[in-house]
């Protein structure tokens, strides 16, 4: 016979995959006539963005360009001259399982590259498009928080848990144009772009979340008769989401993710391009947990027969909070070719920044390619990159978190020619993590007493026990099949452990 159950249903993300894949990427690229003929390649830069992506059944398929701009000197070697050309790829990965209402983040980077020219008309590229994928569905579980049965010794545990509410992408695109301000020549062609987005703030009402951002957009770009130009500018969002069962304590942990993006010159009345035509694809990724207090029955049983129990095992997520720390550090990129005369850009890429918890902090490994393209004091122009890391840590005000989930973006702030060979270089990078720990829980599920089975022989009796200091007394009535009740009022005990050695009365009845 089965003892009627109580539960009390948790929610939570159970990823379908986490990971990254790759898509490779082979392109033979035929100058066009327009451009002159390559005499040395400077800097080829292959840019992935995603465009779109579906999941259907146990597949989630991604589509999205590659935006490749081969910096490179012409036949006199004194300009920087640029192809620019798309290339499209897709890629379809399988989920643990088939789930029609899964949420997906998706985000796209280089994995490795190899770019060369193979005459003074053709580019041949070989590279690998990583893309990292967080894809979760929100489940449903019954938890055991009560057993009605009156011949049934049960004992219980609360804790404080976060629960999921909802997940959700809400996709936009943005369109603007930037012109090209204080007096600076028209654009001929973009020779190097970076574009991404960030969040600002972000706002959880009843049912709705509100986001307010911006799309930060640099970019070098050559001029007639005129040095290479470099533009910034920043664009800003906000966007109010329908988000069911939002409210205002959730904890909100949200991503911006850059996709497809344009930026083409554009052309005034007089047929100068004095302005940049700009769409940028936004996705905006959202988790949200909002506070509960989990009960469970970890133990029990039955003071008249053995009980059979079946327990479950789950991992109950505590969010301890949000983070965000500016890691801060100075770098030398010192060259050998050359003089420097003047730097025409400088730039990071092959950002990532892995976090964890340790022993109190928040420990943080930092890594980044600075870029500099540069003329030297005999007017050649040419470039460098070199990868640096360095290691931080922040002290951890909640030591119950033991993981971070770590978001980051990374700005180039100053630089300054140190002397002829050397320029020194600030990185600012901008980390935000949600912390959070992860409580694995093991609790019963179910307990029946065997019909069939033989019911335990009680006699009314009076049985002193002697218990040791610290000993707990749901183990001493379990041992004895006794009420834990009888056994705290007949000893005048009301800890769950005995204070002191001493004898302990169980009465039987």
């Avoid at 957009?217 to 329908?242: C, G, H, P, R, V």
């Avoid at 001493?476 to 452990?497: P, T, V």
Wanted: charged share 25%; proline share 3%.
């Amino acid at each position: 016979m089965q003892a009627q159950i109580k539960t009390a249903p948790y929610e939570y993300f159970d990823p379908v995959f986490d990971g990254h894949y790759e898509a490779p990427v082979d392109i033979e690229y035929n100058l066009p006539d327009y451009c002159p003929d390559i005499q040395k390649i400077l800097k080829c830069r292959a840019v992935p963005e995603v465009s779109s992506y579906l999941i259907a059944g146990d597949t989630l398929t991604c589509d999205g360009v590659c935006d490749v701009r081969v910096l490179y000197l012409d036949g006199k070697g004194d300009s920087v001259r640029c192809c620019e050309f798309t290339k499209d790829f897709t890629a379809s990965i399988k989920l643990k399982t088939a789930e029609e209402k899964a949420v997906a983040s998706v985000e796209a980077s280089m994995a490795h590259m190899t770019c060369r020219a193979v005459s003074a008309r053709r580019v041949d590229l070989h590279a690998a498009v990583s893309l990292n994928i967080l894809a979760v569905v929100q489940r449903r579980e019954r938890i055991t928080c009560s057993l009605e049965d009156e011949t049934i010794e049960k004992r219980g545990e609360s804790f404080s848990a976060h629960q999921a509410v909802n997940a959700l992408c809400h996709q936009f695109t943005i369109e603007d144009a930037l012109p090209v301000k204080n007096g600076k020549p028209p654009i001929e062609s973009i020779l190097r772009r970076e574009v991404s987005c960030r969040v600002i703030e972000s706002r959880v009402s009843e049912e709705r979340l509100t986001v307010n951002g911006a799309v930060d957009i640099s970019f070098l770009y050559s001029a007639a008769n005129a040095a290479a130009e470099k533009l910034t500018a920043s664009i800003d969002f906000s966007q109010i989401i329908d988000c069911a069962g939002a409210s205002e304590d959730c904890v909100c942990d949200i991503r911006a993710i850059t996709g497809e993006s344009s930026l083409q010159p554009r052309e005034d009345d007089v047929g100068e391009n004095s302005s940049v035509s700009v769409v940028v694809k936004v996705f905006l990724i959202a988790f949200l947990y909002k506070p509960c207090e989990v009960e469970i029955i970890n133990d029990a049983y039955s003071v008249k027969a053995p009980l059979e129990l079946r327990y479950a095992q789950s991992a109950f997520t505590q969010v301890h909070g949000m983070t965000s720390q500016s890691l801060k550090k100075k770098s030398s990129l010192t060259v050998s070719d050359g003089e420097i005369q003047r730097v025409l850009d400088l730039w990071c890429e092959q950002v990532t920044v892995q976090a964890a918890c340790e022993k109190a902090k928040l420990n943080y490994r930092v890594k980044y390619t600075v870029c500099m393209l540069y003329e030297s004091s005999q007017g050649r122009i040419l470039y460098t990159e070199k990868q640096f890391d360095f290691n931080a840590s922040a002290e951890l005000e909640n030591q119950l978190a033991k993981k971070a989930e770590t978001t980051w973006r990374a700005d180039l702030w100053e630089f300054r020619i140190a002397d002829r060979n050397t320029v020194e270089v600030s990185v600012e990078v901008t980390a935000s993590s949600l912390l959070l720990s992860l409580n694995n829980v093991k609790y019963l599920t179910s307990a029946g007493v065997d019909e069939n089975g033989e019911s335990f022989t009680v006699k009314p009796r009076i049985l002193v026990y002697y218990a040791s200091q610290g000993e707990k007394l749901w183990d001493i009535a379990k041992s004895h099949h006794a009420l834990l009740g009888d056994i705290r009022s007949q000893n005048e005990l009301f800890d769950d452990i005995v204070p002191e050695a001493r004898p302990i009365i169980i009465c039987n009845r």
